[in-house]
């Protein structure tokens, strides 16, 4: 059984960063695609950002682009999200996701249906 464990959600200051961390388990992260999704109460969830495993192309929407980083250590088998600049928009619980789809790119936004393994979220929050 494949599990995620996303860390390093917490709150901040707005203008403030965190960095993210989503490892797993019995799964090496260098091989599907690697999603970080959010969702805000009452919203939908949200494709922030996603990293390909073969050669580490990037997605991120337009509403962090500029702002967040996504990033794989393959010895460590952990991929880490990046975010700075954050605004009080971007709070909402932050979830990780793999396989089985290797699809990603500027013009490939992951989708949450084609995600089939989930961590259980960390929550960050913007607040003054």
């Known amino acids: 059984q494949v599990q995620l464990v996303e860390s390093g959600g917490g709150l901040v200051q707005p203008g403030g960063s965190l960095r993210l961390s989503c490892t797993a388990s019995?799964?090496?992260?260098?091989?599907?695609?690697i999603g970080w999704f959010r969702q805000a109460p009452g919203k939908e969830r949200e494709g922030v950002s996603c990293i390909r495993s073969s050669d580490s192309r990037t997605y991120y929407a337009d509403s962090v682009k500029g702002r967040f980083t996504i990033s794989r250590d393959n010895a460590k088998n952990t991929v880490y999200l990046q975010m700075n600049s954050l605004k009080p928009e971007d709070t909402a619980g932050y979830y990780c996701?793999?396989?089985?789809?290797?699809?990603?790119?500027?013009?490939?936004?992951?989708?949450?249906?084609?995600?089939?393994?989930w961590g259980q979220g960390t929550q960050v929050t913007v607040s003054s």
């Open positions: 019995t799964l090496t992260l260098d091989y599907y695609a």
């Open positions: 996701a793999t396989g089985p789809i290797y699809r990603c790119s500027a013009s490939y936004p992951p989708s949450e249906r084609e995600y089939g393994y």
